[in-house]
């Protein structure tokens, strides 16, 4: 999304406003922070109304705690049976490809305005499916495989928790909260409803910035409604298809025991070079009938982009193959499938994260696959797929404790990123903005807030800790220089990081697995929201003259698509706390 954005914020900037903008909730000025130590999240961040201005909400608060956890509450008791029970569903999210041929006379897949195209219905618009994760204007021609939403439900006692992970770049806390409100979860028996997205490039814009040029919305209402009916539907299915089941867990990292190089499956192409290339398989089995998958959970951190800009194939990437692989195996290689459907969520892929750097999985051949296509992206998902089922079959741990349980909080986060905001206001990209001065120009004094919200979650051993973005791994892990898998840790001579000046230990993963019988912790990536980059602080670097617009010299792109420098505190300081926090004794 490297996208020149000068023209879209020149108004905006000088101040000017659309006198016929839909009005906001609120007109507050900027809060205040509150400085409380890096990465930890602060108390109530006041706001001070301008002069005159009616405030229409409280002013925010960054992190209040949890407001709501099972077991514990009224709704979620810890009586009964004392058996987990798990459920699965998927649902087909493929969209209907209205126009599709156009004449790409620069060769470069992508729809260039005045390029002629095939008008199927007549109206004199391009109406094209726009492929989401790369630059604008990159229209769907077909389907290599199918795009589906995806939801396990977990069960133990009183308290049932529903997660469901939709083939799609990112997805907004109000469009989640619409899938909620679906009239098909009304009256379903479920205390919490977590969503995520796999954050695929290869799939629909549910975001709104992959349109057919930059400012334009990508969005398809019609597709939109599809995905929340989907996804509402996976998750009633999964919750009324529950039944005792029996866990076992295992992990593995990608990781080439001989050389210790990860590069036939993920690299990480921002300084500092440091990420968690382990992979998470919790597999659930009918209890009466051991032999039978129910469905499985895994998770991964790498970005599903291994098919490239320039493919034009709607695809889930390699979660695509991955899934499959779990599910159906590896004839050739004499490796059986599990069966069921397999849910896989990402993790903290912040970063770049992903398949750049030289990145080559091996294809069924046995060649590595350099080259960004969907061959590569297929060879990724059955590699990792078939690692993570020989661990299962080889070091697999049956699991003693099987409790279910969560704790969820809102949160609040300002958004200085100019670029960000005026989207928002703008409605390209769809999304509440409150607490500022809709008249005045966004900016100092002047910063808009989101709302959004952190989960934990633990079943038996395994613990997620939501992200609502791609957190950048040092967050996750440190800056260990063993995380560096044998790479450089450091490259640039601009904009160099000090790794001195780091997040302090304890690290997050260190806090998850300090929750009791945790065994096994990961982030779920893009999970209760979409909100860019959680960049930490102490390598947040801005363009001096135009920040948010274009990137700082060095490895800083990952800031022009970040809600602002006090990301880490806003989105990681919850997590953090969230990870600490236990519920209050009966």
């Not at 999985?361 to 296509?373: C, F, K, L, Q, V």
Request: one cysteine or more; a negative charge; proline letters at 7%.
């Amino acid at each position: 999304m490297r996208l020149a954005w000068c023209a879209v914020v020149a108004a905006a900037l000088t101040g000017c406003a659309d006198d016929n903008a839909p009005a906001l909730d609120a007109a507050v000025s900027d809060a205040p922070a509150v400085d409380d130590g890096p990465g930890d999240a602060g108390a109530t961040d006041a706001g001070a109304s301008d002069a005159g201005a009616t405030v229409d909400v409280p002013p925010p608060i960054a992190y209040g705690g949890p407001d709501d956890w099972c077991p514990g509450r009224d709704h979620c008791r810890a009586t009964g049976d004392g058996r987990l029970q798990v459920g699965v569903a998927r649902e087909l999210i493929n969209p209907e490809i209205v126009e599709r041929e156009w004449t790409d006379a620069n060769r470069n897949n992508a729809y260039d305005m005045g390029e002629a195209f095939v008008d199927v219905n007549g109206n004199g618009v391009f109406d094209a499916t726009w492929v989401a994760g790369f630059g604008n204007g990159r229209p769907a021609v077909g389907s290599h495989d199918d795009l589906e939403v995806r939801a396990i439900a977990f069960r133990y006692n009183e308290t049932t928790v529903a997660l469901a992970v939709i083939d799609c770049v990112g997805y907004f806390i109000n469009h989640m909260d619409q899938v909620r409100a679906e009239p098909t979860l009304q009256g379903v028996d479920v205390d919490r409803v977590i969503i995520a997205s796999t954050h695929d490039h290869e799939g629909v814009d549910t975001v709104g910035l992959w349109g057919p040029r930059a400012a334009v919305s990508g969005l398809n209402q019609a597709y939109m409604a599809l995905v929340r009916q989907r996804t509402a539907l996976a998750v009633r299915r999964a919750v009324e298809s529950v039944r005792p089941a029996r866990m076992r867990v295992a992990q593995v990292l990608t990781v080439d025991p001989i050389t210790g190089s990860t590069m036939a499956y993920v690299n990480d192409t921002r300084d500092p070079v440091l990420f968690d290339p382990t992979v998470t398989i919790a597999h659930f089995v009918d209890d009466a009938e051991p032999t039978r998958t129910i469905g499985a959970w895994v998770n991964w951190s790498s970005h599903p982009e291994y098919g490239g800009s320039r493919n034009n194939l709607l695809s889930a990437d390699y979660v695509h193959a991955l899934r499959q692989t779990i599910e159906e195996g590896v004839a050739a290689d004499s490796l059986p499938g599990l069966g069921g459907v397999t849910v896989f969520q990402n993790g903290a892929l912040g970063g770049q994260v992903g398949p750049g750097g030289g990145v080559a999985p091996r294809g069924a051949d046995g060649m590595p696959i350099a080259e960004s296509g969907l061959p590569k992206a297929m060879a990724a998902g059955r590699s990792v797929g078939a690692l993570a089922l020989r661990a299962l079959a080889s070091d697999g741990v049956e699991a003693s404790v099987t409790a279910v349980s969560y704790r969820t909080a809102p949160i609040h986060c300002r958004t200085e990123n100019t670029l960000y905001g005026i989207l928002y206001s703008q409605r390209t990209i769809e999304r509440e903005l409150f607490n500022y001065n809709e008249r005045r120009a966004i900016g100092a004094g002047n910063y808009p807030w989101v709302r959004s919200r952190v989960t934990y979650l633990q079943v038996g051993p395994v613990a997620m800790i939501s992200a609502p973005g791609e957190l950048h791994p040092e967050l996750w892990i440190g800056t260990d220089p063993r995380w560096s898998w044998g790479r450089p840790t450091l490259t640039e001579t601009v904009n160099r990081p000090d790794l001195t000046m780091g997040p302090p230990a304890p690290y997050l993963r260190d806090l998850m697995l300090m929750n009791p019988d945790v065994r096994y912790a990961f982030v779920g990536g893009l999970t209760e929201d979409f909100l860019g980059y959680i960049v930490p602080a102490y390598n947040f670097v801005v363009n001096p003259i135009v920040p948010y617009l274009a990137e700082a010299m060095g490895q800083h792109y990952e800031e022009t698509n970040s809600v602002g420098p006090e990301v880490e505190r806003y989105l990681n300081g919850p997590m953090r706390e969230l990870a600490r926090w236990r519920p209050p004794a009966d």
